[in-house]
């Protein structure tokens, strides 16, 4: 099947910037919608951004200006650039696709997958 593995996370002062990556491994065959969402402590799971595979994005009100979606089609990998970093940024940042990939009998097999997430920390 597919797995979701993100990277990049860490603690940034008010301000400063820092780039999330995930790449989508395993047996995939196409990936429509990749994005990025994000949870605080106490807090639903909030939309971040997506990126469609023709490269049509979206962004919560909150981010817009700030931070810039891409993926890289060929590398099954979507980025997310996050600059002028504030505190109320910091949350668990987790990657989404839906993607199409194989299972062992090599079924193909839809879902929508979830990375296991990476911490995003603005403090001074």
């Known amino acids: 099947q597919a797995q979701l593995v993100e990277s990049g996370g860490g603690l940034v002062q008010p301000g400063g910037s820092l780039r999330l990556s995930c790449t989508a491994s395993g047996r995939v065959v196409r990936i429509d919608v990749m994005g990025w969402y994000r949870q605080a402590p106490g807090k639903e799971r909030d939309l971040v951004a997506t990126v469609t595979s023709g490269g049509t994005t979206n962004y919560a009100d909150s981010v817009k200006g700030r931070f810039t979606i891409s993926r890289d089609n060929a590398k099954n990998t979507v980025s997310l650039q996050m600059t002028d970093l504030r505190p109320e940024d910091t949350a668990v940042y987790f990657c989404?696709?839906?993607?199409?990939?194989?299972?062992?009998?090599?079924?193909?097999?839809?879902?929508?997958?979830w990375g296991r997430g990476t911490q995003v920390t603005v403090s001074s």
């Open positions: 989404h696709a839906d993607l199409l990939a194989k299972g062992p009998s090599d079924e193909y097999i839809a879902s929508k997958s």
